[in-house]
């Protein structure tokens, strides 16, 4: 078995240095201005509300995001930038002292007119934009305009306290009393007791791979902690309601476009291994521990054979989880289905404690035998 696992390795180091390669790349060759557009019946259209601004000045990246007459600004240090096969990446870091560094990737739709796929997360998330010089050439529409169309896309719950995220960048916060879920907030950070900066009517706000802030404020709501599970007070994320704090979240949106022979179809309760593109030698000892584990439980376990996974909701909803993208922020080795439900993240080396009472509330019938939700995603108008 470790020399098994040792030629897959060698063999995944010899693809991966092949195909990989890095080449030396000028940014300062790129368009400095880029208008964001947003794609609607097929058709990319430029939206007056919101959209988002890329600037390239020097060696600094800036990202401004304009929505309901407010601007929120996001500047970052170019490092370096190379090309890989028909992507171009800039390895940027924040200007404002924070240490960490990401990659922001670049991939032309249509070169002619200036349109191309900018990446600016490890999890695939993508925005469109257009060379600016040639937005113009683009409708431009309000694309939500109408209030009564809106969807909750994110909805945190504290005590007394909703703040209400609506899927056109808008956001507001009800307020009851402060309650013991306002002392939460301030102790877990997220509200500053000497400058609350309640959230008003009119907020926007402005969404990043694993949190978000609200315009106006300096403070980054959470989706996850360190682990990748969901923070307390979190009900709904990407427009689905939560039910257990390691449920993932990275759902894909345009399902239209995936090919149906990549999807292999999840109908049954059941432990799914995606075997990671780096496979390391402790790999196979932990996916036997974790057969062995579920099997105990009458849980079975099935190999990822495609890229795309599909699971059916009891609400004959159905959602496709794209393999190769992370979840929660992290990357994922292993998801457990509960049939009807939408699949949890576990950790392929083993659970602890807390985290085998979570997988068992997750695998647990819930109040009478009914779903915990009328239906998974969203409402209008909730």
């Given at each position: 078995?470790?020399?098994?696992?040792?030629?897959?390795?060698?063999?995944?180091?010899?693809?991966?240095?092949?195909?990989?390669?890095?080449?030396?790349?000028?940014?300062?060759?790129?368009?400095?201005?880029?208008?964001?557009?947003?794609?609607?019946?097929?058709?990319?259209?430029?939206?007056?509300?919101?959209?988002?601004?890329?600037?390239?000045?020097?060696?600094?990246?800036?990202?401004?995001?304009?929505?309901?007459?407010?601007?929120?600004?996001?500047?970052?240090?170019?490092?370096?930038?190379?090309?890989?096969?028909?992507?171009?990446?800039?390895?940027?870091?924040?200007?404002?002292?924070?240490?960490?560094?990401?990659?922001?990737?670049?991939?032309?739709?249509?070169?002619?007119?200036?349109?191309?796929?900018?990446?600016?997360?490890?999890?695939?998330?993508?925005?469109?934009?257009?060379?600016?010089?040639?937005?113009?050439?683009?409708?431009?529409?309000?694309?939500?305009?109408?209030?009564?169309?809106?969807?909750?896309?994110?909805?945190?719950?504290?005590?007394?306290?909703?703040?209400?995220?609506?899927?056109?960048?808008?956001?507001?916060?009800?307020?009851?009393?402060?309650?013991?879920?306002?002392?939460?907030?301030?102790?877990?950070?997220?509200?500053?007791?000497?400058?609350?900066?309640?959230?008003?009517?009119?907020?926007?706000?402005?969404?990043?791979?694993?949190?978000?802030?609200?315009?106006?404020?300096?403070?980054?709501?959470?989706?996850?902690?360190?682990?990748?599970?969901?923070?307390?007070?979190?009900?709904?994320?990407?427009?689905?309601?939560?039910?257990?704090?390691?449920?993932?979240?990275?759902l894909e949106t345009e399902t239209a476009k995936i090919p149906a022979k990549e999807i292999q179809a999840i109908n049954e309760t059941c432990l799914i291994f995606i075997m990671p593109e780096n496979l390391y030698e402790e790999w196979a000892w932990y996916e036997d521990d974790r057969k062995k584990e579920f099997a105990a439980m009458g849980i079975q376990a099935v190999d990822a054979q495609k890229r795309y996974l599909s699971f059916a909701l009891y609400d004959?909803?159905?959602?496709?989880?794209?393999?190769?993208?992370?979840?929660?922020?992290?990357?994922?080795?292993?998801?457990?289905?509960?049939?009807?439900?939408?699949?949890?993240?576990?950790?392929?080396?083993?659970?602890?404690?807390?985290?085998?009472?979570?997988?068992?509330?997750?695998?647990?019938?819930?109040?009478?035998?009914?779903?915990?939700?009328?239906?998974?995603?969203?409402?209008?108008?909730?």
């Amino acid at each position: 078995m470790r020399k098994t696992v040792f030629i897959l390795c060698l063999f995944a180091l010899i693809a991966s240095s092949c195909g990989d390669k890095k080449a030396p790349f000028d940014y300062t060759t790129l368009p400095s201005e880029w208008r964001e557009l947003s794609e609607i019946n097929g058709k990319f259209v430029a939206c007056d509300d919101p959209f988002e601004v890329l600037k390239i000045e020097g060696n600094r990246l800036f990202r401004h995001y304009f929505a309901r007459g407010e601007q929120s600004d996001s500047e970052y240090e170019i490092l370096e930038s190379y090309q890989t096969g028909d992507t171009v990446v800039i390895s940027i870091k924040p200007t404002d002292g924070q240490e960490w560094t990401r990659d922001f990737k670049i991939i032309w739709i249509d070169k002619d007119k200036g349109v191309a796929k900018w990446i600016f997360n490890d999890e695939g998330g993508a925005v469109t934009f257009v060379v600016n010089e040639n937005a113009l050439e683009f409708p431009n529409i309000k694309c939500f305009d109408d209030k009564s169309q809106r969807k909750v896309k994110h909805l945190y719950r504290a005590t007394g306290n909703n703040y209400i995220c609506f899927d056109d960048g808008t956001a507001f916060e009800e307020t009851e009393d402060r309650g013991d879920g306002y002392d939460y907030l301030i102790a877990s950070g997220k509200i500053d007791p000497e400058n609350p900066g309640e959230i008003e009517t009119n907020a926007t706000y402005r969404e990043f791979p694993t949190c978000l802030k609200f315009n106006g404020t300096n403070y980054e709501w959470k989706f996850f902690d360190d682990l990748g599970h969901i923070d307390w007070g979190w009900k709904i994320i990407n427009h689905y309601r939560i039910y257990s704090l390691f449920q993932i979240t990275n759902l894909e949106t345009e399902t239209a476009k995936i090919p149906a022979k990549e999807i292999q179809a999840i109908n049954e309760t059941c432990l799914i291994f995606i075997m990671p593109e780096n496979l390391y030698e402790e790999w196979a000892w932990y996916e036997d521990d974790r057969k062995k584990e579920f099997a105990a439980m009458g849980i079975q376990a099935v190999d990822a054979q495609k890229r795309y996974l599909s699971f059916a909701l009891y609400d004959n909803d159905k959602i496709i989880v794209d393999t190769k993208k992370e979840q929660n922020g992290k990357i994922c080795c292993a998801l457990l289905y509960r049939k009807g439900y939408i699949p949890i993240m576990i950790s392929i080396s083993g659970e602890s404690e807390e985290g085998m009472e979570h997988i068992a509330t997750y695998l647990s019938e819930s109040g009478d035998g009914y779903p915990p939700f009328e239906r998974w995603s969203t409402l209008e108008g909730e």
